[in-house]
């Protein structure tokens, strides 16, 4: 909701970007609660493939979801790199875990064009549109689809 | 109707309601008081009405105002002792105190809504046309009308379905204690100074200091959790106040009088629990007023008095709530509960006929039990009760039922004080944490490793243990939720995969009877002693004992096997994020104090997961007691033995629990003096025997070293001389009694291929030693 408002108000905004598998994505900078490198997390059994575990964050539980295996681009292998970028949801924070994180870019968003089928590994339902810059194209997620359950 | 200013709005119909609440009971009071007007009751509904007029007027809210205007013009007459306040006019009154809050609930909709049928008595009081005795009649079967609708159990009551929008935004708001909320303001401002201190001593080095800071935040952290737990209670008195109103209409509409007793309505909990309590305490008192108390006819006939008794009590009692429902009624009757279960099909007449009586009272809890098409007097209470039980349940409250035939019954519930934060215990599994509620706990089992074995047994597809006498299902948490089953490797203190299928499973790695396919054959050990054996494997360690915690889910018990036991600790329960919640096992998730996440169990759906149903347990359990008589009728069980050899070629077995201990000697160890055998054991002489002494089988072979078995015969020892390999085998006991069989040998079996033939020790002891079992013996072992 927040996407949506921005995006009437200014043309502008600034896009927090990080991997997932190879795809450079993007996510608005509002949406982002957070980016953390906590790594400690409960398993949870027999919780839905993408759900790597949960975190405690400051007192709250936090569902961690593997953006990887969520988009289908395979389970992201923890290294150094990897973080969690901490979303929040109509109920409760959620974290997203990606490969690695990217810079922060500034982004007109009237110079959105719609996605293709699929970006890398990752199906084009996931996006909301994609964005050029001068060396690369950041495919822009859509928060909604992202956390929404499989069925 | 526009209404400007939403606050003042909410304002009003909290206060209002607040006002009515109380209207309620001060009514019966004064119904109860009759002539003797008690001034300052009628005095207070008369102002709690004029406010409600006040403030109705104000905000233009008509209808209310002339209802209330009304109330208030009557009560006027009551407290100028005009008028005697009969029970038919408080009858009118409460009926109109109903309608008021209805208005007010609804209160968008009020100007609209017609009262002339509550104006008209009112003001036929207040000029004193008002028939008592049409107009009661009248009235009664009004109220008649109205307790029906409301009497259909289960579900929420009638008034909740109507609430709107507004009502919801009243319930999310609280009224708190001015002094409470100064000390938690207080607390909050010492929570600051204390943060303070822990900066300053982060940076400086007195660690004395560091530690009394940290002592004090501890102190600081438990008063403010008490405080805000303390502003989410509410007395229980909330729910029990409006019961005297449901009591008197449905024991007038039914024609019992009842006395209804109220204790302990301060007692307080937390605020959600009160308001989820509401529906199950409304239909206990129903029930017991509609089946429990008997007609006035019947209780002159058995000599009780007319006016029936129902006790309601709250009280604390080990940390929880207690309420307890109690009637001077019929009772229930057990053995009609029992065949009408029977009748039913929920259970076998055998299991009816295993029960206690106080578990034939419960069963008015299973579901299914109650129906409608039950109208004897053995039904009665079934309706519905299943239905409080679960509203209990997901309470964490547990309900229990005493009753004695025409002396009555009382329920007992118990309840948690608070659902925020509850002791658990703390178990391990597949390397993680896991917190089980003590409300569901019922006893940690642990079974040494040795009695695994005798203890752990398989029905079916079910493991069950035998506990005091009773068979518990058990159910392995990694099974249900599906993670790989470890086991704490005795050597290295580490989980490793167990690779175990069965519980019970203790067989030695080299036993011919099982093979196993998946781990590769190892040479099996010569066996000096069993001590040594049970260092060795490690299904005898200590930390291969069985982990058990009973729980109980209300309608049933099983077992759950854990890897460990932790402590026990109080948690706060968080709730799980929306990608979990088809994970049915959690209850959700607590932190643990070394901030990782612990999920918190919930037994009960485990146990549905776990395909584990009350009867079905029960049918299991009763399955393995019919085994068990088969079994012990015909004396078929399966046996274990210990194989050893004579000579080279012939195979024996004894009995394995015959067998005391087995000792390696060597062939200079054993003495002849005066023709017999012996050496010398534990400070005295063992007689040592030989198969072939008594029995026709090829001699001793000659060894430089033996293995002596020793029995206990005759509170004495005996020590057998055998050679190796010494093996214990499981066996079907369908032993072969005919083709071997002569003195000291009573029969054989197949054990891997080998015909074994089974010794007779005490026979063979007999023949040997006829004096030991004459009980007139010389000589005695120490």
């Known amino acids: 909701m927040i996407k949506e408002h921005s995006e009437k108000s200014s043309t502008l905004s600034e896009l927090a970007t990080f991997y997932i598998g190879d795809a450079l994505c993007g996510l608005d900078i509002l949406q982002v609660q957070e980016v953390n490198k906590l790594m400690q997390m409960t398993q949870v059994p027999q919780s839905p493939e993408c759900v790597l575990g949960i975190l405690n964050l400051r007192g709250q539980i936090v569902t961690i979801i593997d953006l990887g295996k969520k988009l289908g681009s395979g389970k992201t292998e923890i290294t150094g790199d990897t973080r969690n970028i901490i979303v929040n949801s109509p109920d409760g924070p959620v974290g997203l875990l990606v490969k690695k994180i990217g810079d922060v870019i500034q982004a007109n968003m009237n110079h959105i064009e719609p996605p293709p089928a699929n970006m890398g590994d990752v199906q084009g339902k996931y996006f909301t549109g994609v964005h050029e810059t001068s060396s690369s194209l950041i495919g822009i997620l859509n928060l909604d689809k992202v956390l929404c359950i499989d069925e | 109707m526009e209404i400007e200013d939403d606050e003042i709005l909410q304002g009003f119909i909290e206060e209002s309601l607040e006002h009515l609440a109380d209207i309620e009971t001060d009514l019966l009071a004064i119904e109860a008081a009759g002539q003797n007007i008690d001034e300052e009751l009628v005095n207070k509904v008369f102002r709690a009405a004029h406010s409600i007029k006040g403030g109705a007027g104000f905000m233009g809210l008509t209808t209310i105002e002339e209802l209330s205007h009304s109330i208030e013009n009557v009560l006027g007459m009551i407290r100028s002792r005009k008028l005697i306040p009969t029970p038919e006019i408080v009858n009118v009154f409460l009926l109109a105190a109903d309608q008021l809050r209805n208005l007010i609930k609804d209160i968008i909709n009020s100007n609209e809504v017609d009262i002339s049928s509550h104006i008209t008595p009112l003001s036929s009081i207040a000029d004193g046309s008002f028939e008592q005795p049409a107009a009661a009649n009248g009235v009664a079967s009004d109220t008649n009308a109205e307790t029906v609708t409301e009497q259909t159990p289960p579900g929420p009551l009638p008034e909740k379905n109507t609430t709107t929008g507004i009502q919801g935004k009243v319930d999310a708001s609280l009224r708190v204690q001015v002094s409470l909320l100064d000390s938690l303001m207080n607390l909050a401002g010492e929570l600051v100074l204390s943060r303070n201190q822990l900066l300053q001593s982060i940076n400086s080095t007195d660690l004395r200091h560091r530690e009394a800071v940290g002592q004090r935040i501890n102190l600081i952290t438990s008063e403010l959790q008490e405080a805000i737990m303390l502003t989410r209670m509410q007395p229980i008195g909330n729910v029990f106040n409006k019961f005297p109103r449901i009591v008197r209409d449905l024991s007038s509409k039914l024609s019992k009088v009842i006395d209804l007793t109220i204790i302990g309505r301060k007692v307080e909990l937390d605020k959600t629990i009160i308001e989820a309590i509401n529906d199950p305490l409304t239909h206990?008192?129903?029930?017991?007023?509609?089946?429990?108390?008997?007609?006035?006819?019947?209780?002159?006939?058995?000599?009780?008095?007319?006016?029936?008794?129902?006790?309601?009590?709250?009280?604390?009692?080990?940390?929880?709530?207690?309420?307890?429902?109690?009637?001077?009624?019929?009772?229930?009757?057990?053995?009609?509960?029992?065949?009408?279960?029977?009748?039913?099909?929920?259970?076998?007449?055998?299991?009816?006929?295993?029960?206690?009586?106080?578990?034939?009272?419960?069963?008015?809890?299973?579901?299914?039990?109650?129906?409608?098409?039950?109208?004897?007097?053995?039904?009665?209470?079934?309706?519905?009760?299943?239905?409080?039980?679960?509203?209990?349940?997901?309470?964490?409250?547990?309900?229990?039922?005493?009753?004695?035939?025409?002396?009555?019954?009382?329920?007992?519930?118990?309840?948690?004080?608070?659902?925020?934060?509850?002791?658990?215990?703390?178990?391990?599994?597949?390397?993680?944490?896991?917190?089980?509620?003590?409300?569901?706990?019922?006893?940690?089992?642990?079974?040494?490793?040795?009695?695994?074995?005798?203890?752990?047994?398989?029905?079916?597809?079910?493991?069950?243990?035998?506990?005091?006498?009773?068979?518990?299902?058990?159910?392995?948490?990694?099974?249900?939720?599906?993670?790989?089953?470890?086991?704490?490797?005795?050597?290295?203190?580490?989980?490793?995969?167990?690779?175990?299928?069965?519980?019970?499973?203790?067989?030695?790695?080299?036993?011919?009877?099982?093979?196993?396919?998946?781990?590769?054959?190892?040479?099996?050990?010569?066996?000096?002693?069993?001590?040594?054996?049970?260092?060795?494997?490690?299904?005898?360690?200590?930390?291969?004992?069985?982990?058990?915690?009973?729980?109980?889910?209300?309608?049933?018990?099983?077992?759950?096997?854990?890897?460990?036991?932790?402590?026990?600790?109080?948690?706060?329960?968080?709730?799980?994020?929306?990608?979990?919640?088809?994970?049915?096992?959690?209850?959700?998730?607590?932190?643990?104090?070394?901030?990782?996440?612990?999920?918190?169990?919930?037994?009960?759906?485990?146990?549905?997961?776990?395909?584990?149903?009350?009867?079905?347990?029960?049918?299991?359990?009763?399955?393995?007691?019919?085994?068990?008589?088969?079994?012990?009728?015909?004396?078929?069980?399966?046996?274990?033995?210990?194989?050893?050899?004579?000579?080279?070629?012939?195979?024996?077995?004894?009995?394995?629990?015959?067998?005391?201990?087995?000792?390696?000697?060597?062939?200079?160890?054993?003495?002849?003096?005066?023709?017999?055998?012996?050496?010398?054991?534990?400070?005295?002489?063992?007689?040592?025997?030989?198969?072939?002494?008594?029995?026709?089988?090829?001699?001793?072979?000659?060894?430089?070293?033996?293995?002596?078995?020793?029995?206990?015969?005759?509170?004495?020892?005996?020590?057998?001389?055998?050679?190796?390999?010494?093996?214990?085998?499981?066996?079907?006991?369908?032993?072969?009694?005919?083709?071997?069989?002569?003195?000291?040998?009573?029969?054989?079996?197949?054990?891997?291929?080998?015909t074994t033939m089974l010794v007779n020790i005490s026979e063979i002891a007999q023949s040997l030693f006829p004096h030991w079992f004459e009980g007139k013996n010389i000589k005695v072992l120490s």
């Open chain 2, 284 to 754: 206990l008192i129903r029930n017991a007023v509609d089946h429990g108390i008997e007609t006035i006819e019947n209780r002159r006939k058995y000599g009780k008095p007319e006016n029936g008794q129902i006790i309601l009590k709250a009280y604390h009692a080990a940390g929880q709530v207690v309420i307890e429902i109690s009637d001077d009624g019929k009772g229930l009757d057990g053995e009609a509960l029992g065949a009408s279960a029977v009748k039913k099909g929920l259970f076998s007449v055998e299991q009816v006929k295993a029960m206690s009586a106080k578990e034939k009272v419960n069963l008015i809890f299973m579901p299914g039990f109650s129906t409608a098409d039950e109208v004897t007097d053995v039904s009665g209470r079934g309706v519905g009760m299943d239905v409080v039980k679960t509203n209990l349940d997901q309470l964490s409250g547990q309900v229990d039922i005493t009753s004695e035939i025409n002396v009555g019954t009382t329920i007992s519930i118990k309840l948690p004080l608070t659902l925020a934060i509850i002791p658990c215990q703390i178990i391990e599994a597949g390397g993680e944490r896991y917190a089980i509620p003590q409300i569901n706990l019922e006893e940690l089992l642990r079974i040494p490793a040795a009695h695994v074995k005798e203890r752990v047994e398989k029905v079916g597809d079910a493991e069950v243990v035998r506990l005091r006498g009773h068979l518990l299902p058990l159910i392995r948490l990694a099974d249900v939720i599906d993670i790989e089953r470890t086991y704490l490797a005795p050597d290295t203190s580490q989980y490793q995969i167990d690779r175990r299928k069965l519980l019970h499973d203790r067989r030695g790695m080299k036993s011919p009877l099982f093979k196993d396919t998946d781990k590769p054959k190892i040479h099996p050990p010569v066996i000096d002693n069993p001590s040594q054996r049970s260092v060795t494997d490690r299904r005898y360690t200590a930390s291969s004992a069985l982990n058990i915690i009973v729980v109980s889910t209300g309608s049933m018990k099983y077992g759950l096997v854990v890897d460990r036991f932790l402590d026990s600790e109080e948690i706060v329960i968080k709730p799980l994020g929306r990608h979990l919640k088809q994970c049915k096992g959690y209850a959700g998730a607590t932190i643990m104090g070394d901030r990782r996440i612990a999920l918190i169990l919930d037994v009960n759906n485990l146990s549905i997961m776990a395909n584990l149903t009350s009867i079905d347990g029960s049918d299991r359990a009763a399955d393995v007691a019919r085994e068990e008589e088969k079994a012990a009728l015909t004396k078929i069980e399966m046996q274990s033995l210990l194989t050893f050899k004579s000579s080279e070629k012939e195979h024996f077995g004894v009995p394995l629990n015959q067998v005391e201990r087995i000792e390696k000697i060597n062939r200079s160890d054993i003495e002849s003096p005066g023709g017999k055998r012996v050496m010398k054991y534990r400070g005295g002489s063992l007689n040592l025997i030989c198969v072939d002494d008594v029995s026709q089988v090829e001699p001793l072979a000659d060894h430089d070293s033996y293995h002596v078995i020793v029995f206990t015969l005759c509170n004495k020892l005996v020590g057998l001389l055998s050679t190796g390999p010494i093996d214990a085998a499981e066996v079907p006991a369908d032993i072969d009694d005919t083709a071997l069989v002569q003195p000291g040998i009573m029969g054989s079996v197949i054990i891997d291929g080998q």
